[in-house]
Every structure is written in C-alpha cells, then in structure tokens.
C-alpha cells in the first residue's frame, strides 16, 4: 500500500472572505432594495450613504447606487471580520447571530446616531421585521458560507483510486 499526499489546497481566508462580502452585498443588497420598493420596509436602500451626501441627493438614482456599493463594502468589512473571528465556528447559528448582532448595532446605534436613520421607535413593525431578517440572512449567508468552507474537510480528501 503506497502513502497518499494530502493536497495542501488550502483556501485564502481573505480573498474567501472578500468575495462572500461582495456577493452578500450584491445579493443581500438587491433584496433590501426590492423590499423597499414593494414597501415591506421604510429604510431606503440607500440608508448607508445617508450621512455623507445632501438630504436632497438621497432621492436620487445615483443615490441609490451609492448605496448599494455602500452595503457591498459594509458587507465585505463584515465577511472579513468574520472571516478573522469566527471561521472556525460550525454550524448556522453563529450566522443567524451574527446577523442580529449586526442589525442590533446598525439600527439601535450607529444608524440613529449617524443620521443614516431614524430611532427605531419611530419605525412600525414591518420595517423592524423586514430588516431584521434581512440582516439574519445576511448574516447567515456570510457566516454559514466562510464557516463551511473552512470547517469542512471532505473535499480535501483523497479521492480514491481504482
């Protein structure tokens, strides 16, 4: 019987991360904004560059588009702080997590505090809900997605011979 090498095909935490942190924020980012247009939520698509143009630029397309690439990089930030923390973590719940904690800082801190948006008391409970799902299955698609990728050994196995 002759020893097997293990492939060494190991993947790049960062470069794993950051395109996870892409897609999730095109992905995740294109539902937020469906979810505004259909109005399930009061929190524009654009709410992340809210801070730094014009109140009377955020009516705008451009503004839009500024803030999808907002959430793109916000999510890119997020994988990769992810991505340094917690890959090793199994499992969908530390996603699931995750993603609330993120929805917890952005709409009871940094959003009311930045001017990005309003204080949560003064949203109704669609809103609430909406982004809060949004953020678990952000979260979810982040955590899930680098954790398995970094926990899961079947595919660097050795494939058997015949």
């Known amino acids: 019987m002759e020893a097997r090498e293990i492939s060494p095909d190991r993947t790049g935490v960062w470069s794993f991360a950051l395109q996870i942190g892409i ?9 937020k904004a469906a979810a505004f247009y259909f109005k399930f939520t009061k929190v524009p698509a654009s709410f992340m560059a809210k ?8 009516n705008t397309t451009a503004a839009f588009w500024m803030g999808w690439l907002c ?30 904690a993120w929805w917890s800082l952005v709409t009871l801190l940094i959003g ?15 809103t609430i809900v909406t982004d809060l799902c949004l953020f678990l299955v952000w979260g979810l698609f982040i955590g899930f997605s680098i954790s398995f990728e970094f926990t899961d050994e079947r595919h660097r196995e050795p494939a058997e011979s015949h």
């Open 23 to 31: 897609f999730a924020g095109l992905i995740w980012g294109a539902v």
């Open 51 to 58: 801070p730094f143009f014009a109140p009377s630029y955020m």
């Open 71 to 100: 959430f793109i990089l916000f999510s890119v930030i997020a994988s990769l702080l992810y991505g340094a923390l917690f890959r090793s973590v199994k499992g969908h719940w530390p996603g699931l997590i995750y993603g609330a």
């Open 112 to 126: 009311p505090s930045t001017g990005m948006m309003r204080w949560i008391y003064r949203y109704d409970w669609n």
